[in-house]
């Protein structure tokens, strides 16, 4: 017995090679022992040998693990799918191989930590995805910098172009950025405030007005009908044929925008921003109408990915398909927006609907908005604002046109937050009248307003448009010889700082002598005059005596 627990307090040292040897010798001189436990100290000797045999060869076992990333085999070949199936027949081997492998894990970690990641596939391309072009196999891509695509705003063969094509295109244009940035780094040097145009940028110039002679000619009988049988050929899975339509110059010009759009897309793509076939509703069935959306519009996902949503046109509530439309419509007792009507005249009406009592509408209507507005970032939080909902009527109802919300404190004084005419409605007055009726608010409120930033694109020109018109009206009318911008402002409740800068667009504010002067240019009031005249006597104006509004009291 006492043997017995020498041999296991030395079988349980660190040291392997000791505990070999020192087992190996009493194994010669214990020879009183039964031949029934040979087999056993057979077996524990041989394993102390293999163990003190692999902790010699441990830097092997390293290099091995620095070449080999694969999990250890068991006896039939194939990983380890537990713990049981290692080689554990003794204690020093449990031991010492756990160290060993230890050991070389770490070194393995070193090593592979030095070692580039890759790239996984679906961080570039998602093989699975496919152009929704007809014909398309997905190769090429419109900027001629990728190998594939997976969007129309990328599909070569959509814009009528082949993959070899894009790629000359694009190499054309790396050349003609780099001879731009080029001059623009001498031109810097010598740069002043008030720098001329050099010869070479007249002669630029000179080319281009060359070039866009021709730009209004129209199509000849041939080419006419090259563009219709391609349309009738074709359809909508096609952009339509550009050339001859206008100038080369200005078709080059859009090209580089259509490709830049592009390149923005596939960047947005890669950061995971977007993603193919999650991307957003691409059109909404909204009364009487089929609404191609600009912008993603943060709707419940199980709706995005849809493609296609269903509006009600009074409620606002959106739905999945059109027969449930088709019935929420027959129960629908919605025919205007909720809230109080502040404006009538003709079928055009105003509501004024609060974003507190009537929470549910308001955000569906930001969230209708958001479709067709970059800058909107308010979608659930419309209890601190009003919404004043502009409609049209007719025998089946109060049709939205447009809207704008403004805070009902707003410590800026902003008389508008978001505006929006709907595209139905657009390019026919209707936003104008929106910012008119916002700026007849401030005027019973008797405050300057302006409108909050950032405007998108059709709106800041819609607001230069009104602005342009309100101060030349103003000029008309005006009989004295000193003009004061405070005054303009006070009569008109437009913001001092958007009359300076719409004077300054028009070239109507000069300093002349230490002091600034605004120039009553006859010309610019002559004009629009002449419009006006040709307009008559439209309907799309607001009428003052038609509003019946008191400024709210606090919220």
């Known amino acids: 017995m006492p043997r017995r627990r020498q041999r296991h307090m030395a079988g349980s040292g660190s040291d392997g090679t000791e505990d070999s040897d020192s087992s190996a010798e009493r194994e010669q001189t214990n020879s009183s022992e039964s031949d029934g436990n040979m087999p056993k100290r057979q077996r524990l000797t041989r394993a102390s040998t293999r163990l003190s045999q692999s902790s010699q060869d441990t830097p092997d076992l390293k290099r091995a693990a620095d070449h080999d990333e694969s999990p250890p085999l068991t006896p039939t070949g194939n990983a380890p799918s537990s713990e049981s199936e290692l080689d554990i027949s003794s204690p020093n081997a449990s031991h010492d191989e756990s160290q060993a492998k230890d050991q070389a894990n770490r070194d393995s970690d070193k090593d592979l930590s030095h070692r580039p990641k890759r790239r996984r596939c679906h961080e570039t391309y998602n093989f699975n995805m496919k152009c929704p072009t007809p014909g398309c196999n997905s190769l090429g891509h419109l900027t001629g910098k990728h190998e594939r695509h997976f969007a129309v705003s990328g599909c070569p063969l959509y814009h009528n172009l082949s993959a070899d094509e894009c790629k000359v295109k694009a190499i054309s244009r790396e050349k003609q950025e780099e001879e731009v940035k080029g001059q623009e780094e001498s031109n810097s040097r010598h740069a002043t405030r008030h720098q001329t145009p050099t010869s070479k940028q007249s002669r630029y110039k000179e080319q281009v007005a060359e070039m866009r002679k021709g730009r209004n000619s129209g199509l000849q009988k041939e080419q006419k ?37 592009s390149e923005d897309l596939e960047k947005l793509r890669i950061q995971g921003q977007i993603t193919e076939g999650s991307n957003m509703i691409k059109t909404i069935l909204f009364g009487r109408y089929e609404l191609d959306t600009w912008y993603h519009s943060p709707y419940p996902e199980e709706y995005a ?22 019935r929420h419509m027959a129960k629908c007792v919605w025919k205007h927006p909720p809230g109080d009507e502040v404006y009538r005249k003709g079928a055009i009406s105003v509501f004024e609907v609060d974003g507190k009592k009537n929470k549910i509408y308001c955000q569906n209507l930001c969230l209708l908005a958001k479709l067709f507005l970059d800058h909107k970032t308010l979608y659930y939080d419309v209890e601190p604002f009003l919404f004043y909902v502009m409609t049209e009527a007719d025998n089946t109802g109060c049709h939205l046109v447009g809207y704008f919300s403004k805070e009902k404190n707003s410590f800026l004084n902003y008389n508008v937050s978001c505006i929006l005419t709907m595209p139905q409605y657009m390019r026919q007055g209707f936003g104008k009248m929106l910012i008119d009726f916002s700026y007849l608010l401030s005027k019973v409120e008797e405050k300057v307003g302006s409108p909050e930033r950032p405007l998108s694109d059709l709106g800041l020109i819609s607001y230069r448009s009104y602005w342009k018109e309100v ?17 303009i402002s006070q009569e008109t409740a437009v913001n001092p700082v958007d009359i300076v800068s719409t004077l ?37 104006t607001i009428d003052p005596s038609s509003l019946k509004w008191t400024p709210p009291k606090g919220t």
């Open 225 to 261: 009908e090259k563009h219709m049988e391609h349309r009738q050929t074709h359809g909508n899975t096609r952009e339509p044929l550009l050339e001859n339509i206008t100038s080369d110059y200005d078709l080059e010009l859009f090209r580089k925008a259509q490709a830049r759009a």
């Open 305 to 326: 990915r849809l493609g296609r949503l269903y509006v009600c046109e009074f409620c606002l509530k959106y739905m999945k398909s059109q027969t449930i439309l088709r």
């Open 471 to 487: 101060l030349l009206r103003y000029m008309y009318n005006f009989q004295g010889k000193e003009i004061s911008i405070k005054e």
């Open 504 to 540: 300054q667009s028009l070239q109507m504010l000069k300093y002349w002598k230490g002091k600034h002067l605004v120039l009553k240019r006859q010309d610019l009031i002559d004009e629009w005059k002449a419009k006006e005249i040709k307009r008559g006597n439209s309907n799309k």
